[in-house]
């Protein structure tokens, strides 16, 4: 069965600093990758998504992601953290060749930007 | 550009009481899903609707019913509410049900159950 794991339900960074979010997952076969981000009273919104080709996988805001195989591990990171960036953050997974119905959300890792 | 408009935003009822949450999305996709969010769980799917005139189980289903009404619109009920059901309910929708397909979120419904 597949899962996915966040490590740190909240990070916190100084403005400027690197972002570093990371999601672990476990399945059979390399899955589909999503990470997702929720602003205060606001649903999910998709930041970037690992399919299939280019490991490093660029998103909205200047995030980016990069899938590992070997670690089974797809972590986001930002080079420079901006007070506009603090939300909860999902990572998600999904089995190949199956239904969205099937996507398994993580925990989420809350982010709060310091000045 | 509304996306997915989600109604009410907030509900306050009592137990026993029943109640419908509204969905509509105006983005013409095919397949709709209800989630609840509860506080370091993540979102659980309810039910949802691969297409017009389609309703299945999620992961959590008890308690609660679906309609699909027409393409646009996902509607979820809570015949007799429980304080168990206090939680953020998510309505979503994607163009197909593919699992490489991202979803679109509404803003939620924060409800609770006394």
């Known amino acids: 069965a597949q899962s996915v794991t966040q490590l740190g339900s909240h990070v916190s960074v100084s403005e400027g600093a690197l972002v570093l979010l990371r999601c672990n997952y476990s399945s059979s076969v390399p899955p589909y990758l999503f990470w997702y981000v929720q602003y205060p009273n606001q649903g999910l919104q998709l930041l970037l998504k690992y399919t299939t080709g280019a490991t490093l996988v660029k998103g909205i805001n200047g995030f980016e992601a990069e899938f590992k195989k070997s670690e089974t591990s797809f972590h986001l990171t930002k080079p420079s953290a901006h007070m506009s960036d603090a939300a909860e953050y999902f990572c998600a997974v999904s089995e190949r060749y199956s239904s969205a119905s099937k996507i398994i959300f993580g925990s989420g890792t809350r982010l709060s930007i310091r000045p | ?114």
């Open chain 2, 1 to 114: 550009n509304a996306g997915v408009t989600q109604t009410p935003k907030f509900q306050v009822l009592k137990t026993g009481q029943s109640m419908t949450l509204q969905c509509a999305q105006d983005m013409n996709h095919n397949s709709m899903y209800w989630y609840r969010q509860d506080p370091g769980m993540g979102l659980r799917l309810i039910y949802y609707s691969a297409s017009e005139g389609t309703t299945d189980k999620g992961e959590v289903p008890n308690g609660y019913n679906v309609s699909r009404l027409n393409k646009r619109e996902f509607s979820l009920r809570l015949e007799s509410a429980a304080p168990s059901q206090t939680s953020v309910y998510f309505c979503a929708s994607s163009e197909g049900v593919y699992s490489n397909q991202p979803q679109h979120f509404g803003d939620g419904t924060r409800l609770s159950i006394l």
